[in-house]
């Protein structure tokens, strides 16, 4: 292994945890009223994710190659479909509720 593969996975590495952290402290800082809109956002990224594991599926020259990206492209696609459910469902708890009341019963006051 030269010394220009070596570095390159050490910037790798470095960029991985650098994103890793930034994301962590980002993400924990958000309150909960804009979990929603940022759930959409992260299912965008979900979606990128799929068009680069079908790119990297399409790309393999081996069993194993095309076994990983089959696999990139199956937890992909369930992520980003999850995620969207999820923001559904989210969504739905914002929605005012159409509860009619029954005949001869009144509000109370």
Known sequence: ?????TLTGFVALYIF??????????????PSILHT???SGS?????????GAMYALLNATSLVEQIIGFVGVLL???????????TERMLE?????????????QKKA
């Not at 292994?1 to 593969?5: K, V």
């Not at 890793?20 to 958000?30: H, K, L, S």
């Open 1 to 5: 292994m030269d010394l220009a593969t």
């Open 17 to 30: 945890m650098l994103a890793a952290f930034t994301g962590y402290e980002i993400i924990g800082r958000v």
């Open 37 to 39: 809109p940022l759930m």
């Open 43 to 51: 299912n965008f990224v979900h979606g990128i994710v799929v068009v």
């Open 76 to 86: 992909g696609a369930g992520n980003a479909a999850g995620g969207y459910v999820v």
């Open 93 to 105: 708890m914002f929605k005012p509720s159409d509860k009619k009341q029954p005949a001869g019963e």
